[in-house]
């Protein structure tokens, strides 16, 4: 087999909010603690329960901010809860000065330590036809940078490049300040960009930042979890 690589302890930074379910972020946390346990960790509690504990025993940095995602319908963000998003995960990509953000859900069961294979812009899910743009969000992405993306994915277990993120943030906030909105009110084609993991891609492609398939990212129960070290949506606590 081959080895790992042994990056060093900045290389991955971790985003995970969480709000009421200790026992599925315990599962969670301890997990990944396992394989990554120099990782700097950011839990964010999002106007849920009290956290702390759990940062304590599982050294991370905690912040307790305000709710911004239980009372969304189907869970489609306004531009302002979009921008709050975006924030946060500036916040992490700052307290960690990690080179590459790993996002953690509730669901997401790290089995083992792995290569994530730098450099890369976003990784997340394989292309299995469930994740598609619709056509208006394509046409906007090959008209500003000439990119054709088609699918996006950046769900827990998903990474992105924090240099990157950092490169292009302000230029997303002025962005999602002049357009969201309008554009997520205009048709159902823009709906999309109300859900932050196809916002995330989006406004990297739109920027010329590819997106592409982890090669450590499996989803339960829709295809072979076999040699995966990282599972997303493993509901055992969920």
Known sequence: MKPITQ???????????????????????????????????????????????????????????????????????????????????????????????MILEDDVFVRDRFDHQPPFDLRGVRFDGTNPFRPAIVRDIRKESGLDCYYYGMCGGSMYNSSVFLSIYDDIIADIDKNHNELI??????????????????????????????????ILNKENITGFPVIHEWKEYY
């Not at 346990?37 to 849920?48: F, H, T």
């Not at 329960?49 to 709710?67: G, M, Q, V």
């Not at 159902?188 to 090669?215: C, I, Q, S």
Request: hydrophobic share 35%; glycine share 4%.
């Open 185 to 218: 009110n205009k048709s159902w084609d823009y709906r999309l960009l109300g859900a932050v993991d196809a916002n995330m891609t989006y406004h990297f492609n739109k920027r010329g930042y590819f997106y592409e398939p982890a090669p450590w990212l499996a």
């Open 7 to 101: 990056y060093p302890a900045n290389e991955i930074g971790v985003y995970y909010a969480v709000y009421k379910n200790k026992k599925a972020s315990s599962f969670v946390l301890e997990n990944f603690r396992k394989h990554f346990p120099d990782s700097k960790i950011v839990l964010i509690s999002d106007g849920g329960d009290d956290f702390s504990d759990l940062a304590s025993t599982y050294n991370c940095i905690y912040h307790h901010l305000h709710n911004i995602f239980d009372t969304v319908p189907l869970h489609f963000y306004d531009a302002e809860r979009t921008k709050e998003w975006w924030k946060r995960h500036k916040i992490v990509c700052e307290e960690t000065q990690a080179k590459y953000i």
